[in-house]
C-alpha cells in the first residue's frame, strides 16, 4: 500500500486540489474537472482517470448539509462528458471494444421513448444520456488500464478505496460529529450510513472477485486489511440491507462455486427463511441481543419503506406510467410534488426500491429489457465465473431495498460495472483460466521428469 501512494501521490495532491477549488468561492470546479481529466490524459494517466471519477462520485454523495460541496453534484456531469470526449477522439485505442454496453443497447434505445411522458424532458434526456455513457466509458476505461498494467490496476484500485474509506474514519477526529455520523450511524464521506453501506457492499463484491480470479495478488497481510476495513464499515454504518447482501454473497459464492445446481438450491432456501425470518424478525433480533445495532423499533415498518413503495405503486398504475413509465427522473418529478404528504406520513426520501423506480421511469417494458440484459450478462459471465450468480442474486435483493441501481452519476453503480466488467470481458476472467491451465501443464511436466527410467520416459 505505501508502494501504490508513492506511485499515485499526484492523484491524491489533484482530489486536494479539486476539493479546494471546490469550496472556494466561484464555479471554478466546472472548468477544472474536464480539464484534469484531459490533463491526466495527456500524461497517460488512465488509471487516475477512473479513480477520479470515482471519487468526484463519492464527493457528489456527500452531506447536503455541507453546502461549499453541492457543487460536485453537477459539476461531475463535466467529468464523465470528458471521459467520453476522450473515448471518442482515442477510440481506435480502446479496441476492442466492451461487450457490455451492446448487451444493454436495446434497453438505452428504449430508454428516450418514455421521455415523451415525461414531466422534466430536459433533466429526464440528461439522465438517460449519463445512464448510457456511463455503461459505455467505464468498461472500456477498465479494460484500457487492465491492458496496461494487468492485475496491479486492480490492486491499486482497491488499495484507492481502502484509503478512502479510511480517510473518511480519521475525519472525524477533526470534523464537526455531524459532518460524518447521523444518529450515531458513521456515514463517513457519504450523505447517509445506508449509501456508505451499499459502496461496503460492493467493495466487498469488488475484493472478493478480484481474489477468486487471481488468488496471489494480495499477501495474506493485505488481505486482512482488506476484508477487515471493509466488514468494519459495514459494521460501522449499521446497514441492515448491506450487511444482509454482503454474507448472502459469501454464502451463495460458496454454494455456486460447487455446483449451479447446489447455488439455486441454497437462493430458494435463503427465500424460504426470508419469509419466517421476516415474520419473527422482532423475536429474532431481541433474542440474539442485538436490537439496538439492528434497531428494532423501525424493522416492523421498513423504516417506512413499505409505505413508500405502496405510494410509489399507486402512482405507477394511477397516473398512467404502468406500461411505458415517464422517463428517468420521473421518480424525483412525482415523488417532490408529493414530499409534503409524504413527510407528514413519515417518510423522507424516494422510492427505496429499484425496480419501482425503474417502473416509474421506463414502465413494465424498460423492465423487461434492462433485466433481460442483465440477466444475460451474469448467465455468460457464469460459463467462465461460478460465483457470477452469486453476485447477481445478492444484488438483486440490495435493489429491493434502494434504487441504487436505476441512478447513473452515484458511487455505487460503477462498482458494480467494474464488477459485471471484469466476469464478463474474456481478456480479464480468461486469465483465471489461462493460469490454471498453466498450473496443470506445469504439474504435468514435473511429474513426466520424476517418472523413474524404468518407466520408459526420458528424463
Request: proline share 4%; net charge neutral.
Given at each position: 500500500?505505501?508502494?501504490?501512494?508513492?506511485?499515485?501521490?499526484?492523484?491524491?495532491?489533484?482530489?486536494?486540489?479539486?476539493?479546494?477549488?471546490?469550496?472556494?468561492?466561484?464555479?471554478?470546479?466546472?472548468?477544472?474537472?474536464?480539464?484534469?481529466?484531459?490533463?491526466?490524459?495527456?500524461?497517460?494517466?488512465?488509471?487516475?482517470?477512473?479513480?477520479?471519477?470515482?471519487?468526484i462520485l463519492i464527493l457528489s454523495d456527500m452531506n447536503?448539509?455541507?453546502?461549499?460541496?453541492?457543487?460536485?453534484?453537477?459539476?461531475?456531469?463535466?467529468?464523465?462528458?470528458?471521459?467520453?470526449?476522450?473515448?471518442?477522439?482515442?477510440?481506435?485505442?480502446?479496441?476492442?471494444?466492451?461487450?457490455?454496453?451492446?448487451?444493454?443497447?436495446?434497453?438505452?434505445?428504449?430508454?428516450?421513448?418514455?421521455?415523451?411522458?415525461?414531466?422534466?424532458?430536459?433533466?429526464?434526456?440528461?439522465?438517460?444520456?449519463?445512464?448510457?455513457?456511463?455503461?459505455?466509458?467505464?468498461?472500456?476505461?477498465?479494460?484500457?488500464?487492465?491492458?496496461?498494467?494487468?492485475?496491479?490496476?486492480?490492486?491499486?484500485?482497491?488499495?484507492?478505496?481502502?484509503?478512502?474509506?479510511?480517510?473518511?474514519?480519521?475525519?472525524?477526529?477533526?470534523?464537526?460529529?455531524?459532518?460524518?455520523?447521523?444518529?450515531?450511524?458513521?456515514?463517513?464521506?457519504?450523505?447517509?450510513?445506508?449509501?456508505?453501506?451499499?459502496?461496503?457492499?460492493?467493495?466487498?463484491?469488488?475484493?472478493?472477485?478480484?481474489?477468486?480470479?487471481?488468488?496471489?495478488?494480495?499477501?495474506?497481510?493485505?488481505?486482512?486489511?482488506?476484508?477487515?476495513?471493509?466488514?468494519?464499515?459495514?459494521?460501522?454504518?449499521?446497514?441492515?440491507?448491506?450487511?444482509?447482501?454482503?454474507?448472502?454473497?459469501?454464502?451463495?459464492?460458496?454454494?455456486?462455486?460447487?455446483?449451479?445446481?447446489?447455488?439455486?438450491?441454497?437462493?430458494?432456501?435463503?427465500?424460504?427463511?426470508?419469509?419466517?425470518?421476516?415474520?419473527?424478525?422482532?423475536?429474532?433480533?431481541?433474542?440474539?441481543?442485538?436490537?439496538?445495532?439492528?434497531?428494532?423499533?423501525?424493522?416492523?415498518?421498513?423504516?417506512?419503506?413499505?409505505?413508500?413503495?405502496?405510494?410509489?405503486?399507486?402512482?405507477?398504475?394511477?397516473?398512467?406510467?404502468?406500461?411505458?413509465?415517464?422517463?428517468?427522473?420521473?421518480?424525483?418529478?412525482?415523488?417532490?410534488?408529493?414530499?409534503?404528504?409524504?413527510?407528514?406520513?413519515?417518510?423522507?426520501?424516494?422510492?427505496?426500491?429499484?425496480?419501482?423506480?425503474?417502473?416509474?421511469?421506463?414502465?413494465?417494458?424498460?423492465?423487461?429489457?434492462?433485466?433481460?440484459?442483465?440477466?444475460?450478462?451474469?448467465?455468460?459471465?457464469?460459463k467462465q465465473a461460478p460465483i457470477a450468480f452469486a453476485?447477481?442474486?445478492?444484488?438483486?435483493?440490495?435493489?429491493?431495498?434502494?434504487?441504487?441501481?436505476?441512478?447513473?452519476?452515484?458511487?455505487?453503480?460503477?462498482?458494480?460495472?467494474?464488477?459485471?466488467?471484469?466476469?464478463?470481458?474474456?481478456?480479464?476472467?480468461?486469465?483465471?483460466?489461462?493460469?490454471?491451465?498453466?498450473?496443470?501443464?506445469?504439474?504435468?511436466?514435473?511429474?513426466?521428469?520424476?517418472?523413474?527410467?524404468?518407466?520408459?520416459?526420458?528424463t
Amino acid at each position: 500500500m505505501i508502494d501504490h501512494l508513492r506511485e499515485h501521490t499526484g492523484l491524491y495532491l489533484l482530489i486536494l486540489f479539486w476539493v479546494g477549488v471546490t469550496v472556494a468561492p466561484g464555479p471554478w470546479i466546472y472548468a477544472v474537472l474536464p480539464l484534469s481529466v484531459f490533463l491526466m490524459r495527456q500524461k497517460e494517466a488512465w488509471p487516475d482517470m477512473i479513480m477520479g471519477f470515482l471519487i468526484i462520485l463519492i464527493l457528489s454523495d456527500m452531506n447536503p448539509g455541507l453546502v461549499p460541496m453541492r457543487k460536485v453534484k453537477t459539476a461531475k456531469y463535466g467529468y464523465i462528458v470528458a471521459l467520453s470526449i476522450v473515448f471518442l477522439i482515442d477510440t481506435a485505442r480502446f479496441y476492442p471494444i466492451s461487450n457490455i454496453f451492446k448487451i444493454f443497447l436495446p434497453f438505452f434505445i428504449y430508454s428516450f421513448f418514455p421521455l415523451l411522458f415525461s414531466g422534466s424532458p430536459v433533466i429526464g434526456f440528461e439522465k438517460t444520456v449519463s445512464y448510457a455513457l456511463l455503461y459505455l466509458i467505464v468498461p472500456n476505461y477498465i479494460l484500457m488500464n487492465y491492458r496496461q498494467q494487468g492485475w496491479a490496476f486492480f490492486r491499486n484500485f482497491l488499495f484507492f478505496i481502502i484509503i478512502v474509506l479510511w480517510f473518511s474514519r480519521i475525519m472525524t477526529y477533526f470534523t464537526p460529529y455531524w459532518w460524518t455520523f447521523i444518529e450515531g450511524r458513521f456515514r463517513g464521506l457519504f450523505g447517509n450510513p445506508n449509501g456508505l453501506g451499499i459502496f461496503s457492499f460492493l467493495t466487498f463484491i469488488l475484493a472478493y472477485t478480484i481474489n477468486y480470479m487471481n488468488k496471489q495478488l494480495f499477501s495474506q497481510r493485505e488481505k486482512i486489511i482488506v476484508f477487515g476495513s471493509i466488514f468494519y464499515f459495514l459494521i460501522a454504518c449499521g446497514s441492515r440491507t448491506s450487511l444482509v447482501a454482503s454474507l448472502m454473497f459469501l454464502g451463495f459464492a460458496r454454494f455456486f462455486s460447487l455446483s449451479p445446481f447446489f447455488g439455486f438450491l441454497a437462493f430458494l432456501a435463503f427465500i424460504a427463511l426470508l419469509e419466517v425470518a421476516q415474520n419473527n424478525v422482532v423475536f429474532i433480533v431481541r433474542s440474539l441481543g442485538v436490537e439496538e445495532y439492528f434497531r428494532v423499533e423501525t424493522l416492523a415498518d421498513g423504516s417506512g419503506r413499505y409505505f413508500a413503495w405502496q405510494f410509489a405503486w399507486e402512482r405507477i398504475t394511477n397516473d398512467g406510467f404502468f406500461l411505458f413509465g415517464g422517463g428517468f427522473g420521473n421518480d424525483e418529478y412525482i415523488m417532490r410534488q408529493h414530499y409534503p404528504y409524504l413527510r407528514s406520513m413519515g417518510h423522507h426520501g424516494g422510492v427505496h426500491n429499484s425496480y419501482l423506480t425503474m417502473w416509474f421511469n421506463t414502465g413494465i417494458i424498460g423492465i423487461l429489457l434492462f433485466f433481460r440484459s442483465f440477466i444475460l450478462m451474469f448467465i455468460k459471465a457464469n460459463k467462465q465465473a461460478p460465483i457470477a450468480f452469486a453476485l447477481m442474486f445478492s444484488v438483486i435483493f440490495s435493489v429491493l431495498y434502494e434504487s441504487w441501481l436505476t441512478g447513473s452519476l452515484n458511487p455505487f453503480t460503477i462498482m458494480l460495472l467494474i464488477v459485471m466488467t471484469m466476469m464478463s470481458e474474456e481478456e480479464i476472467i480468461g486469465h483465471q483460466h489461462a493460469s490454471e491451465e498453466e498450473e496443470e501443464e506445469h504439474e504435468d511436466q514435473a511429474g513426466v521428469h520424476r517418472l523413474p527410467p524404468a518407466m520408459g520416459v526420458r528424463t
